[in-house]
């Protein structure tokens, strides 16, 4: 039986349409060979290296972007890798936030006089794992992007050697982080073993046409319920966010925006297409799991962030509810009676790429406002931000305000459009849980705001907006902002993402 | 020739002021002056100019400027007047003038002045909304300069007022967006696309009743902190009493109008039929709002806080009116509520020219400035009637309709509402009698009357005040056609009839 097996034939790879992930190799071979060979580069290279290589993978993700709209989806590498509009938006999602978070870092190291190649080769290739993780369309291959976006990550917390918190983060990210994706693993052989494969197409077939082992529903579910749990804690969603503030506060803050852009576009991204591609035939069985851990999301996440005095850990708060609102458009394209089964993964995917640049903006500023030492700044911190900076003030408020979801904003657009799809789909309970949710969150950004605008500055030490991150955050105002006034442009190319390719 | 997009600038107008102001300069304090009030009175000229185009009699939406915004989720940029909007736009586009000029700030005028005008470009927009979305946009818009003139210029416990006010609104709102979207994506098998039309989805609309009313349900509790409503209304006094003087004038003047306004374009239009069936625990709330708030009105020994509670009941009134459903009721409940802007934003300024003069707004330090200041006391006496409601003065006019239509719908609420106005009348001359009468002690003597600018402003108040309360019938002329359809609408939706023995409104 065995000499009959047919010999290995390698699956036909279509390096075109993978060009995104081989230009951030590239990038990173460039920063980490590059880096360590030659001598230390002038100020602000290794930061413009990043940039540019994310803004050329950003540009071959457009070309392909283009190319769908005549291919239609298709799979590559032996269907192992989806081309579809969800990745390659994701994708440019995670291209566009790692040019952003780059400007930050390069202030951030400058400030420490720490420049070097490290932080943003490993920049690239968590990129690499997070674009992995958007697109694969196998459970393994998931499995392999999750592990390099993972590792990168531990190593990138803990990347300021000078400051104990950060290794800690480091450290606590890294046990947790192994434990979830030991959960996830486990799921994964769960799955496999009822189904009798990982290719998210053949499962969500197989599922169709009940053509499970007998009797091993039960491993199936488990093995659901256990890859969710993975996800969950990488999503950082309650009950499985207690790393998340640790981490975001102790890591440097680029790092912490980052994890907060990058970092949840991939994992949440990757949570979406698993369950809706492969397991849409057990809608009925993780629906109520997802609702519910949106709820608890939505109110712990935003509850927790209101009685919080360091900023950092504010906003991760804050991004933990954040976090819920994304798992509402899931939930809303889990209803199989729903009008409009594209509005829910629309909606949740607009909401990360208006997200991730909000956040990244944020922590720009917070980045500035922490100086020298990277020090996690209190709210004292930010007081009198107003009579020191008028400007960055003004910007913070502006992405403070979008994040509360006020109109005229990108924020807001987001909330709508996630709202919108949970009312399509009459999850009204979850709808109203939102924006319950979003009410008390206003309150910390209001915290925040008071702070800045309404308190007497404590020092009187100028406040120095370098080039870069002033660019970066200039652009995520103005992007949240002009988002906010004509949105039609994006809600056009979020319209179909709900086209997976599975086969 | 394309007609000029009036209703479009009365929005984008200030909004581009907002935006100059912030640009010039902080050290050209004068052209930011003159550009805030440039722009400001422009605005209160072209909310006049289309007052005196607007056609007296019609009903319909005039004005009307429709461009689409959104068109994935069916929004356009939809603004239209009609004679229930008409005087609350021509209230805001004049009130603004007279704020930026009549008002004092103390430090900070740039930021004060753009986030006065962002605040006036929001509250047009909100009244003159004929989409869902977009009146949402402006409804939530308004909160956050209102937030930072609370906050920024107000008294001792600005944050805590100014964060109370935020929180409070914002709450309603959320259930309130739900709503909007629920009521939207309900209505789009009805209506054939999705659409956020109010026009559309009032006409073609159909719910079911239990849908129709918890969509209403929505709407009107986003509504009832905005006007507000007992037991909503805790937000109000602080927020009242912190704001400084143009924040509260524009507070009690407008922003709580939009509660009102709201009922009538969204509550009553979209949802008829759950109009009705809520009408006896908003009739009960408003009559609880108006004795409650005269009853702690009276108790108050803060000036400012007095007035504040004394809108609490006025808005009573204003929802009761509204709420009865007859001709008579809701036409009194449009006019009162400018009246109740025209009044109160008026006894605000007073207020706040007192605290100018002697720094501190407790009644009992204040004493016998009518024999120091006796014009101010004047001018204080005949806002005071007509916030009582004396004959001849505005507040009259709407309060009588507001009784006399309510009387034949919701009889035994008429009853216990009509001891709220000898309440006003108690509270309000008990207060007038402690601070103006008696001998002025040594810190009341030195009490300035008031300077030809504030007496200019003060007069053009008392002239709206008596000119309504005298000849009301050219208001009443535009706002009954609306009223009259708003009506009709409701009885074609509903069961509802009003009573037969009502005649015609009168004038």
């Known amino acids: 039986m065995i000499a009959e097996t047919l010999p290995f034939v390698g699956p036909a790879i279509q390096w075109f349409d993978i060009s995104p992930l081989l230009a951030l190799l590239a990038g990173a071979l460039l920063l980490l060979l590059g880096g360590a060979l030659t001598p230390q580069w002038p100020r602000g290279w290794y930061a413009a290296v990043s940039c540019a290589t994310a803004g050329v993978a950003g540009f071959l993700t457009y070309i392909l972007w283009g190319d769908i709209a005549n291919g239609g989806p298709t799979t590559l590498v032996g269907g192992a890798v989806a081309l579809d509009r969800f990745a390659l938006f994701a994708t440019m999602t995670i291209c566009g936030s790692l040019m952003l978070v780059s400007l930050i870092t390069n202030d951030h190291l400058n400030r420490q006089g720490e420049d070097a190649p490290e932080v943003y080769g490993l920049y690239l290739i968590a990129a690499i794992g997070g674009i992995i993780m958007v697109s694969a369309n196998d459970l393994i291959v998931l499995f392999l992007g999750l592990e390099t976006l993972s590792l990168s990550l531990y190593v990138l917390a803990a990347s300021n050697r000078r400051r104990a918190e950060s290794e800690e983060a480091g450290l606590k990210y890294f046990i947790l982080g192994g434990f979830s994706s030991a959960f996830f693993l486990y799921g994964v052989a769960l799955v496999f073993g009822s189904v009798g494969s990982t290719n998210l197409g053949t499962i969500a077939e197989v599922l169709a046409n009940e053509q499970t082992i007998p009797g091993n529903d039960a491993l199936l579910l488990v093995g659901i319920a256990l890859l969710l749990v993975g996800f969950a804690f990488k999503v950082s969603l309650v009950p499985f966010q207690m790393w998340a503030p640790d981490v975001y506060q102790g890591a440097p803050t680029p790092v912490t925006a980052y994890l907060a852009s990058i970092g949840k576009v991939a994992a949440l991204a990757a949570l979406i297409r698993v369950f809706i591609v492969a397991f849409p035939s057990r809608m009925d069985d993780w629906r109520p799991a997802i609702m519910v851990l949106a709820v608890l999301t939505l109110l712990v996440g935003s509850v927790l962030a209101v009685v919080q005095t360091n900023v950092k850990r504010m906003l991760a708060y804050s991004s933990i509810s954040h976090a819920g609102f994304m798992l509402v458009g899931l939930e809303a394209a889990s209803h199989r009676n729903s009008l409009d089964p594209n509005t829910g993964v629309s909606a949740s995917l607009t909401y990360l790429l208006l997200y991730s640049v909000i956040v990244i903006g944020t922590f720009g500023v917070v980045s500035l406002v922490s100086g020298v030492g990277d020090s996690a700044p209190s709210l004292d911190d930010m007081r009198g931000l107003s009579q020191r900076r008028p400007l960055l003030a003004l910007g913070l408020t502006v992405l403070l305000l979008a994040q509360a979801g006020v109109p005229l904003t990108s924020g807001f657009v987001a909330k709508f459009g996630v709202i919108q799809s949970a009312v399509t789909s009459g999850s009204y309970v979850l709808a109203i849980a939102a924006m319950a949710s979003a009410v008390i969150a206003a309150f910390l950004y209001l915290r925040i705001m008071v702070s800045m605008w309404l308190s007497a500055p404590v020092t009187d030490s100028p406040l120095r907006i370098p080039l870069a991150s002033g660019v970066a955050i200039g652009f995520a105002v103005l992007f949240t902002l002009a988002l906010g006034l004509v949105p039609g442009w994006l809600l056009d190319a979020a319209r179909d993402l709900a086209q997976f390719a599975s086969r | ?507």
């Open chain 2, 1 to 507: 020739m394309i007609a000029f997009p009036i209703l479009t600038m009365l929005v984008v107008l200030p909004a581009l002021g907002a935006i100059v102001v912030s640009l010039i300069g902080r050290f050209h304090l004068e052209w930011v002056k003159l550009a805030a009030l440039i722009t400001s009175v422009t605005t209160g000229a072209m909310s006049v100019w289309m007052l005196v185009k607007f056609p007296s009699g019609a009903a319909g939406f005039e004005f009307v400027s429709k461009h689409s915004w959104i068109s994935q989720w069916g929004i356009s940029w939809h603004l239209g007047v009609d004679g229930i909007s008409l005087f609350l736009v021509v209230l805001t586009g004049v009130l603004f003038p007279i704020v930026i000029v009549g008002v004092k700030v103390l430090h900070d005028e740039k930021p004060y002045l753009a986030w006065l005008l962002l605040l006036e470009a929001g509250l047009m927009g909100s009244f003159l909304s004929l989409d869902l979305f977009l009146f949402f946009v402006f409804f939530e818009i308004v909160l956050v300069p209102m937030y930072f003139l609370i906050g920024g210029w107000g008294y001792d416990r600005r944050v805590y007022a100014a964060t109370k006010f935020f929180l409070y609104t914002m709450a309603g709102s959320a259930f309130m967006l739900v709503g909007i979207i629920a009521t939207a994506v309900l209505a789009r098998d009805d209506v054939g696309s999705l659409t956020f039309n109010v026009i559309e989805i009032a006409e073609k609309a159909n719910f079911s009743i239990a849908t129709g009313r918890w969509l209403f349900v929505a709407f009107a509790l986003g509504f009832a902190i905005k006007i507000p409503l007992f037991p909503l209304h805790t937000w109000l006094p602080d927020a009242h009493t912190e704001a400084p003087t143009a924040g509260s004038i524009i507070l009690a003047a407008v922003l709580l109008k939009m509660g009102t306004y709201g009922l009538l374009r969204f509550g009553i239009y979209l949802f008829p039929e759950a109009s009705v069936w809520a009408r006896p625990v908003i009739f009960t709330l408003a009559v609880i709002g108006i004795l409650y708030g005269a009853i702690v009105a009276a108790m108050q020994t803060d000036l400012k806080r007095l007035v504040a509670y004394s809108s609490v009941a006025h808005m009573g009134f204003i929802v009761l009116g509204i709420f009865a459903l007859t001709r008579q009721s809701m036409s009194g409940g449009v006019i009162q509520m400018v009246n109740h802007g025209v009044s109160t934003g008026a006894l605000f300024l007073l207020v706040g020219m007192i605290y100018e003069r002697r720094h501190t707004r407790q009644i009992d330090e204040l004493r016998g400035i009518q024999h120091v200041a006796p014009i101010f006391a004047g001018f204080f006496m005949v806002v005071m009637l007509s916030s009582i409601g004396l004959p001849g003065l505005n507040g009259f006019v709407g309060e009588f309709l507001i009784l006399i239509g309510s009387f034949q719908t919701a009889r035994w609420w008429v009853v216990v509402a009509t001891s709220g106005v000898v309440l006003a009348a108690l509270y309000l001359l008990w207060a007038y009698q402690r601070v103006f009468h008696g001998e002025p002690d040594e810190a009341n003597q030195s009490f300035r009357d008031v300077t030809l600018r504030e007496g200019a402003l003060l007069s053009a108040f008392v002239a709206v005040i008596v000119f309504t309360g005298v000849y009301p019938k050219p208001i009443l002329d535009r706002v009954d056609p609306s009223v009259k359809v708003l009506l009709e609408h409701v009885e074609q939706n509903t069961t509802y009839r009003q009573p037969h023995s009502v005649g015609e409104a009168s004038g």
